[in-house]
């Protein structure tokens, strides 16, 4: 009898079964608006110029392959540490901060989650409803409680705040708070300044522990204007704190896999041990992670004219994803259905549509539009050639 005879068939991932289940439809006109991918105006995925130019610089330098540290690239960990908490972050002038590159922002919160179980044992994680569905795992797999809190309202199409710093101030303390920076996964609602300064009010109160979530900085209005939750959450006087972030999006290296994990500390010495705890974490692994991506980031980061028009090209993506927005409400506002215009309020690649789960089904069965049953749909999918076919679909199912 074999030893695996027990093994049970895994169901498909919810999002890239989708994927798979797109590109066996033979139909055409056929969309894909579940995969969390920025795609430009004539539907491809993107090489910035930038990211092109540093590989030209990586290449003409022919530098051996050999193993980088078990945190991964100096240079790269430092420039990461920068973009996520800014040039002028105390906790990071105090040595009071410690980034190692992981294997993409997946990879980060992996590391993160296994580095918590193994330090704080009987800790639970609280993480929003609805999020990511990979929280979820990943949390769970790493051997947490998992509990959830209110975040999506959906009537206003908005974060239900009150519900949420509810569920904040009746936390235990220790809870480890699942947070995202910006550009909420899966609904797009994200919080405003002032409920980040009562999210880190109230974390703070209850000694709770932030982990962030940031895998869209740019995408909703700047670099640096999407990663102020964590400021906000360091100046309302949070002691420690965790952020996961991820390279996939802004420099579309979605198969380099290249992320980081930040953990900020109560003092130098801190950070120190909580490094080498980390670096245990990753080498009982995968030993360390790999060189291409990140050197490409560090490249992009540490020249000036690099940086500069990465962020230009950052901009052009964001740019058009609020285009789409625009586009999609103005249409669906035509067809008779100005309730979708809460689209607009929304932020990032995502949004919760509103649709149920039948209408889902009947985008992919009458239409070939394929989208999470949820009702999330990426945005960036859109362009000027399928806008007006996802469009009149949407209106049509809507009723």
């Not at 530098?63 to 790269?76: C, T």
């Not at 002691?239 to 420099?251: D, G, H, Q, R, Y």
């Not at 990140?294 to 490249?299: D, E, I, M, N, R």
């Not at 090209?313 to 215009?341: D, T």
Request: with cysteine; hydrophobic share 45%; net charge negative.
């Amino acid at each position: 009898m074999s030893f695996f005879s027990s093994v049970a068939l895994a169901p498909d991932d919810p999002i890239l079964g989708l994927t798979d289940a797109w590109l066996a439809d033979p139909r055409s006109p056929k969309v894909n608006l579940g995969v969390g991918v920025y795609y430009d105006a004539d539907g491809r995925q993107v090489l910035p110029e930038s990211v092109m130019r540093a590989e030209a610089t990586l290449t003409a330098r022919r530098r051996a392959r050999s193993y980088i540290p078990i945190d991964g690239l100096p240079d790269y960990d430092s420039a990461t540490q920068r973009l996520v908490f800014g040039e002028d972050c105390a906790a990071a002038a105090e040595g009071r901060v410690v980034t190692a590159q992981t294997l993409g922002g997946t990879g980060a919160l992996r590391v993160g989650a296994d580095f918590l179980k193994a330090t704080l044992p009987f800790a639970k994680v609280a993480i929003s409803q609805p999020s990511w569905p990979n929280h979820q795992v990943l949390f769970r797999a790493a051997g947490f409680e998992i509990g959830n809190y209110p975040y999506y309202h959906a009537d206003s199409h908005g974060v239900d705040f009150d519900a949420m710093l509810a569920a904040l101030l009746a936390m235990d303390a220790g809870t480890v708070v699942l947070l995202h920076a910006c550009c909420h996964n899966p609904t797009g609602a994200d919080l405003s300044t002032a409920q980040w300064r009562e999210v880190a009010g109230a974390v703070r109160d209850r000694g709770l522990l932030p982990f962030v979530d940031m895998a869209y900085q740019g995408f909703d209005r700047g670099i640096a204007e999407d990663a102020q939750g964590i400021a906000i959450l360091l100046e309302a006087g949070v002691e420690n704190l965790l952020v996961a972030n991820s390279c996939s999006k802004s420099f579309s290296l979605y198969g380099e896999r290249v992320g980081a994990l930040s953990l900020v500390c109560a003092s130098a010495d801190e950070a120190r041990r909580v490094r080498s705890q980390v670096k245990q974490t990753i080498r009982a692994n995968y030993s360390n992670p790999p060189t291409h991506g990140a050197a490409l980031v560090a490249t992009i980061l540490g020249d000036p004219d690099l940086r500069a028009q990465w962020e230009e090209e950052v901009g052009q993506m964001r740019g058009r994803i609020k285009a789409m927005r625009n586009g999609l409400v103005a249409r669906l506002a035509a067809l008779g259905h100005p309730e979708f215009a809460f689209i607009n309020r929304q932020a990032g690649m995502f949004t919760y549509s509103g649709l149920s789960p039948a209408q889902v089904q009947r985008l992919r069965d009458e239409f070939a539009i394929y989208a999470v049953s949820s009702g999330r749909i990426c945005v960036s999918a859109l362009n000027e050639a399928n806008l007006d076919y996802v469009a009149d679909a949407i209106a049509r199912v809507a009723g």
